[in-house]
């Protein structure tokens, strides 16, 4: 497996991180994972533009324009010979002395990595975790850092219970999203997802589908899930049905997956 | 400077970390800041604790016992012929494949590393941070893990008013703790710090403190703090006083001060 890594493509062996990096000692930074088909980067101007946003958040400089970025992704699709897969693009501040202030001027490393394989595709069951709550009232929630530990956690706990996924509610019990997944609920004929505001990260394939008036934004409580019609998960790589929920079978829509895939499939390769 | 890795002394030229660590990746683990002075590591046995605490939170193995650490921390200092300064001892869950979910077997990352010289301890001016709030709702709070952006972002805001530290509040606008210290608050001629669950970080020298009578746990909101006697920050580093919040002088209290410092130094040594 070859990355990109320093400005360049190496073998993963030739590859590693700086101990000093505050990626790896603070988790600060960001990260995208982009689904690779027949070979080519999908939805690859949303992805450069939510790390762009993420990284004005954290006010981490990103070293190369969209146009490079775009071709380093390009060249690490090609150096491994991707057709069918993943790409992950990692953005940190960079190495710096100790203490929680970065400093002022910065170096920021940038990595891509590959992946072989698609993601499960399968139903799956999920369970809500009891364990934590997403902070809504942190900006990280509407950003995709490196601090993953909360969705760790509730993935921890649904694995404890034999299930494939965990839902994290806000801090005020709101629902919010899955531990790598938006949520789709059918409710009343129509796909809803929780609002950004109540914690939910701004994914691509969730942007997609509300621009495309498939799903709107809602306010969404645990009961709205246990009464749905439908529920499905969705983020880069794909979209699931949900199986189960707490233990309780969750109605099947096999139709209103198809769709959902149809149209994220059909625009997945337009530039934006 | 020599680190600890990988089981051994490096120099830390040869040493770095792969490029699927989950530390770097997921943030997936947790660190301790030691103070050493007269090149022995303070609070040992409670650094020590808190570790194996937070390790047993986020599920990751400890790969040695609390004796064969304390002795990779000694060789860290004596490498570096360390005598005032401070030891950090990441932990990480190790490398693994793409995933939120941790594999079942991990070969958790361990390092040391050490730097000379001790912290800030003149007076300090802070802001309470609106950008953020610290999640008491979360595990991750009562433990020292990986996830540090609220902080940076909390002490970023801080920087652009020209302030040294930031206070968090939690999710229902109590007081949490600062950046990287817990708060000591001056009232009614007593000391009190923010609680556990209200988001304090569970600080080595806060416990101590609280141990010895000094200091005792009080849900505190932000009017506590205006109208405190004076305010101290501390963490395993050291104590310093508050000059300014949010641009209003605080009342010094030398004695106070000179106080907390003798306690927390002649403590700082006893095992436990």
């Known amino acids: 497996v070859k990355l990109w890594i320093d400005g360049g493509i190496r073998p993963d062996r030739q590859a590693s991180i700086s101990t000093q990096d505050r990626g790896l000692l603070l988790g600060d930074g960001l990260f995208e994972t982009i689904r690779v088909a027949a070979g080519a980067a999908a939805h690859l101007a949303r992805h450069l533009a939510r790390l762009r946003m993420g990284a004005g958040v954290l006010g981490i400089p990103v070293p190369m324009d969209q146009a490079a970025l775009g071709d380093a992704l390009g060249r690490v699709i090609a150096a491994n010979a991707l057709s069918e897969g993943s790409l992950r693009l990692t953005l940190t501040r960079g190495s710096a002395a100790r203490g929680v202030l970065p400093p002022e001027v910065v170096t920021p490393t940038l990595m891509i990595t590959a992946s072989h394989g698609g993601a499960a595709s399968g139903g799956a069951t999920v369970v809500t975790a009891s364990i934590t709550r997403r902070n809504e009232q942190s900006p990280l929630s509407r950003i995709k850092s490196l601090n993953y530990l909360d969705s760790i ?34 409710a009343d004929g129509g796909l809803v997802t929780p609002r950004i505001e109540d914690g939910a990260l701004g994914g691509v394939v969730r942007a997609c589908l509300i621009e495309q008036g498939a799903v709107r934004e809602r ?54």
């Open 153 to 186: 956690l509730a993935r921890r706990e649904a694995a404890s219970h034999g299930a494939d996924e965990a839902i994290l509610l806000n801090t005020h019990g709101a629902v919010a999203e899955a531990s790598c997944a938006n949520l789709l609920v059918l």
């Open 219 to 272: 306010h969404l409580l645990p009961d709205d899930l246990r009464e749905a019609e439908a529920l499905f998960l969705c983020n880069s790589l794909g979209v699931r049905a949900v199986l189960r929920l707490d233990g309780r079978p969750v109605p099947s829509r096999p139709d209103c997956l198809g769709r959902l895939r149809r149209m994220i499939n059909a625009t997945g390769h337009r530039p934006g």
